[in-house]
């Protein structure tokens, strides 16, 4: 989603208060954090984290911009809980499909109606875009949590494979092409009036389960 090349958030340097106290770890702190976690969220997805400012972030949220440096140290860091948070909520929705059970197919399915209905519900993730601006060992935890995630993906498809719910294919490529369908569908699907969970699964099903040509599979062609 954001690209690389990124530049220090200079513009919100000088808003940063020259201590802090320590950060409360009450309900109502936690839930000021969780706030400000969801509009960084929905403000990185739409500018990418290269355009998006602390002053924008907490703007949204009727906030001082000094307010944002008392719960997280600068940009970087907010980001960081973004990606956390996004990873957290897709691994409880895999988590919670494995403990139902079902034919492969099925598995994938819900993996996907899943994620929407927690993005309707608790607004967008992060999912697995680009996190090459952060630090090289939160870009490590977080690169390494990903590759766990889309790992129980693969298996839900080589699943599938073996019990006939799924055809043969190559699951690792699978995976990717669905997991950048659903980046973009973050970036993509708030803009769209009506938009619903029900709406976006029709698409899905009819492109990613079913297939667009109803004349079946065409013959691969050999190329020189």
Same mark, same amino acid.
């Given at each position: 989603?954001?690209?690389?090349? !990124? ?5 919100? @340097? ?53 307010? %944002?440096? !008392? ?8 980001? !960081? ?34 994620? %929407?209905?927690?993005?309707? @519900? ?92 109803? @004349?079946?599979?065409?013959?691969? @062609?050999?190329?020189?």
């Amino acid at each position: 989603m954001a690209t690389s090349g !990124y530049c220090l958030d200079a513009s919100n @340097r000088s808003a940063k208060p020259k201590s802090r106290k320590p950060i409360s770890r009450s309900k109502k702190s936690a839930g000021k954090r969780e706030a400000i976690v969801r509009a960084a969220t929905e403000v990185i997805n739409a500018k990418s984290y290269a355009v998006a400012t602390m002053h924008e972030i907490a703007a949204t949220l009727g906030l001082r911009d000094a307010t %944002l440096y !008392y719960y997280f140290s600068d940009k970087k860091a907010l980001a !960081y809980a973004c990606h956390r948070q996004s990873l957290q909520r897709f691994e409880a929705t895999l988590h919670s499909i494995e403990l139902e059970g079902g034919p492969g197919a099925d598995k994938l399915r819900h993996a996907i109606r899943g994620l %929407l209905v927690d993005s309707a @519900r608790n607004g967008p993730q992060l999912y697995f875009g680009d996190y090459s601006y952060l630090d090289a060992a939160q870009r490590k935890s977080i690169a390494a949590w990903a590759e766990r995630l889309k790992d129980i993906l693969v298996r839900f498809l080589k699943e599938g494979m073996a019990d006939g719910s799924v055809v043969q294919c190559e699951p690792e490529f699978v995976v990717q092409l669905l997991l950048g369908m659903l980046i973009w569908l973050a970036k993509w699907a708030p803009g769209v009036d009506g938009m619903t969970v029900d709406r976006l699964m029709n698409a899905i099903d009819a492109f990613s389960f079913h297939g667009l040509d109803r @004349r079946g599979p065409m013959p691969s @062609r050999k190329r020189d």
